[in-house]
């Protein structure tokens, strides 16, 4: 992380460790601190139902997150996306190649 470079996101990134908004002074540190000490994914999931988020996408090999977060907030779509198709479902049908 050390060489990394960030920038402000486009939308609103919430840190399971703080289980605050990431923000671009503390990012590097906050994103080691997670790595090593317990995170508030349930907590954060309410937390972002509470503020109006009704759909959570999931960017990782397989669905774990996505089970998760439909125990956690019911109310809410959940897509997972895992490959090229998956994406392609998610994104849209002009995204799709031929």
Known sequence: LADVTFKHPAFTVFSNT????FDLATI???????LVNPTFF????????EQGVT???????DNTLTKFARKTVKDSERT?????AS????????????
């Not at 590097?28 to 997670?34: F, G, I, N, P």
């Not at 997972?80 to 090229?84: C, G, L, M, Q």
């Not at 994406?87 to 031929?98: D, F, R, S």
Request: proline share 5%; charged share 25%; aromatic share 12%.
């Open 28 to 34: 590097k540190q906050v994103l080691v601190d997670q």
């Open 42 to 49: 349930a907590q954060d999931l309410n937390l972002m139902a």
């Open 18 to 21: 703080t289980k605050a908004p």
């Open 87 to 98: 994406l392609q479902k998610v994104m849209g049908e002009e995204y799709a190649v031929n």
């Open 55 to 61: 759909e959570f996408v999931e960017f990782g090999p």
């Open 80 to 84: 997972s996306v895992y490959d090229f």
